[in-house]
């Protein structure tokens, strides 16, 4: 993998944030292009990054059927959301949550909606309510459940993309479960990149691999040929092992999603992904 695509995850998200820690509500701070170098510098998109990269770690060869364990505190999260004595942090945390879901305006819907929901839950990793070494659950139960909900409201309300690159676009909608999906894949027995083209092969095993599950659900939204409205996964099918696949994906999203201006000027920050430049040591 290139250098920087595989990082340990920030020691900013193993810890509670001390009783003492003022939450802020999050705000936009990305108002021109030039503002991108802040974001690029910032501690929020090292805490951001360093969490997806964990996550994508965590998943490596495993099904969504896989058997984990998931923390005493995850399992409260669904009754309370966040305990009692975090309850300061509520407003803070709720606006990723609020913001991930879409625009209710312009009834779209696109990878930064996604990576608000991606926030969301690493800011619940950064108060302690959720652990990185949940990271499986946060992926296969958490993420994938988000999707679900997010597929449903696509498919009734006919939300626009957000942003798409048309044809030219990974997905009119999400990339992190391509991303995560690659990484359940790498080292599979016997499926290869070149069989998410394949319908018999995606229908046998979408259940289990979150990348064909998004595959299944281009085809169920799309007609035609798979080579023309999905060009770019089209290409991906042809790369010869899904550790190559994994590794360009991650450098495709850095570079389509976290550098471009359209994305990021709606991210954002407060004091758990602050804006201010990432801190050594």
Not at 140 to 162: I, S
Not at 264 to 278: D, E, T, Y
Request: hydrophobic share 40%; with cysteine; aromatic share 12%.
């Amino acid at each position: 993998m290139a250098e920087g695509e595989r990082q340990p995850p920030p020691d900013s998200l193993e810890e509670a944030p001390p009783a003492t820690q003022n939450f802020i509500i999050p705000k936009k701070e990305i108002h021109t292009v030039p503002d991108m170098g802040k974001w690029k510098r910032s501690q929020a998109y090292a805490d951001y990054i360093g969490f997806i990269l964990t996550l994508n770690e965590g998943v490596k060869g495993k099904k969504l059927t896989f058997e984990y364990k998931v923390s005493e505190e995850a399992e409260n999260l669904v009754a309370t959301v966040v305990p009692t004595h975090l309850a300061a942090a509520v407003p803070e945390v709720a606006v990723y949550l609020k913001e991930s879901v879409g625009n209710s305006t312009r009834i779209d819907y696109g990878t930064g909606h996604e990576a608000a929901f991606a926030a969301f839950l690493c800011c619940l990793c950064k108060i302690g309510v959720l652990r990185v070494d949940d990271q499986i659950a946060i992926v296969f139960k958490v993420f994938n459940r988000y999707l679900e909900v997010m597929r449903k409201l696509q498919k009734t309300y006919r939300m626009e993309p957000a942003g798409s690159q048309g044809v030219w676009g990974l997905d009119d909608f999400q990339f992190l479960p391509f991303i995560w999906g690659s990484s359940q894949l790498i080292d599979h027995p016997y499926l290869e990149p070149r069989h998410f083209v394949d319908e018999k092969a995606v229908n046998e095993n979408h259940k289990d691999y979150m990348f064909l599950e998004c595959i299944l659900f281009i085809t169920e939204m799309k007609t035609g040929p798979f080579a023309e409205h999905s060009n770019q996964l089209w290409n991906i099918s042809a790369v010869p092992s899904w550790s190559k696949v994994n590794q360009g994906l991650i450098r495709m999203y850095k570079a389509e999603c976290l550098e471009k201006f359209p994305v990021i000027q709606h991210f954002k920050f407060g004091s758990l992904l602050p804006i201010h430049p990432v801190t050594s040591g």
